[in-house]
Every structure is written in structure tokens, then in C-alpha cells.
């Protein structure tokens, strides 16, 4: 994720002020990562608008040819990369709203006030997009109050994010996060020191 995706992975399928999911072809699913940063742009391309989150969950349902190729006795591998290409069903990615671009052109970390549309494109943000969105901590709050996997989402979000910066400023970056995420989970010593054990690099 080091440089500036040009082509999106996915488009919107359904979407909510506090998440969407968008669909992507197989193929795609080695530009994916849980906790990656992504951006649901407006088709009229104009920045303001954009909606950032945070990917907490790959879906991949099957289809009836899947289901006859499970049964089948022999299966080439020239079929599987054709299903893989061509098959109907989308790999499906649940994503966490946790901010959007406003018209001032400032991202805000805070709900959206619409969601993105039904076939907006979702692209992965590049690293300087990360380190845009990811240089407060405001976000956190949103993502330790949802409903989904919230320590391990976090977590891997802020070891992408370290991993845009120079590597001397990585841990002083994290450092900062788990003092944040301290404050936060204050009365919550158990999520806390879960958090704090995923964060921090082993060999510190």
C-alpha cells in the first residue's frame, strides 16, 4: 500500500452512515487486508464526499458451480482460475465507517452524513492518505464502541499505519496510539491490555 491505487477494488453493494459493504472480484482479494484503510469516492470524482473505513471482515459465499466443483472427482486447475475469474458471486468486504472528507477539504473522523451510493468505486488509500487520516486518534473512539472485532480492527489498522511512516518514527507512532487507546479503555483493563499486547512490537 505504499503507493496510490488507481483502480478501485470494489464497488458499493449497501451502505449505512456507519459502514458499507462493497464487493470485489476474487482475483482482487490479494489487494485486501483486515484493518486496511479504504475510501468510498463519489462517481463525480470531486474529493469532497469521500468516505473512509476500515475493512473488519472478507466474505466469500459460494455459487452452484462452486458447489458442483466441490463434488466433481477431478478439478484441473484451469477450471479454478476460471471460476476464480469469472464467477458470479463477489467477494463481499465489511467496512467501518470512521470518517469522511469534508467540504473544507479537512478529513473529520466522525460518521458521515450520508453514505456512499450503490456502485461508488472503493479504492485502497495510499500511504499518504493513511498518514492523513491516521496523524489524530479520533477515530478510535468509533471503532471501540462498534459492533465488530474492535481490538484486533484497530490494532492491525495502527501497524499498517506505522508501517507508511520512516522507521524511526514508527514506534514513537505507536507509542502515542497506546497512550490514546489507554485513555479510552481506562475502565476496561482486559480490552486494554489486549490491545496494547497487539500493538506494541514483540521485541520491545
Do not use: K, W
Not at 129 to 138: A, L
Amino acid at each position: 500500500m505504499a503507493n496510490a491505487v488507481d483502480e478501485p477494488i470494489g464497488r458499493v453493494l449497501r451502505a449505512s452512515t456507519q459502514g458499507f459493504s462493497a464487493g470485489a472480484r476474487v482475483h482482487q482479494i490479494d489487494t485486501l487486508a483486515f484493518g486496511m484503510l479504504v475510501r468510498a469516492q463519489p462517481r463525480n470524482e470531486e474529493a469532497q464526499g469521500a468516505v473512509y473505513g476500515l475493512l473488519y471482515d472478507i466474505h466469500i459465499d459460494d455459487d452452484p458451480l462452486v458447489r458442483e466443483l466441490v463434488l466433481a472427482d477431478t478439478t484441473s486447475e484451469e477450471m479454478i482460475r476460471d471460476q476464480h475469474y469469472h464467477r458470479l458471486v463477489p467477494v463481499e468486504m465489511s467496512i467501518l465507517s470512521i470518517g469522511f472528507r469534508a467540504y473544507d477539504g479537512q478529513i473529520r473522523h466522525a460518521l458521515p452524513p450520508r453514505p456512499p451510493l450503490s456502485l461508488d468505486p472503493v479504492y485502497v488509500c495510499s500511504s499518504e492518505e493513511i498518514r492523513e487520516v491516521t496523524s489524530r486518534f479520533d477515530y478510535f473512539r468509533l471503532v471501540l464502541t462498534s459492533q465488530v472485532p474492535s481490538e484486533q480492527l484497530l490494532a492491525a489498522n495502527l501497524l499498517i499505519a506505522a508501517g507508511t511512516l520512516p522507521e524511526n518514527e514508527q514506534y514513537d507512532f505507536l507509542v502515542r496510539a497506546g497512550r490514546e487507546v489507554a485513555r479510552l479503555l481506562g475502565g476496561d483493563m482486559a480490552r486494554l491490555d489486549n490491545l496494547l499486547r497487539l500493538i506494541y512490537p514483540s521485541t520491545q
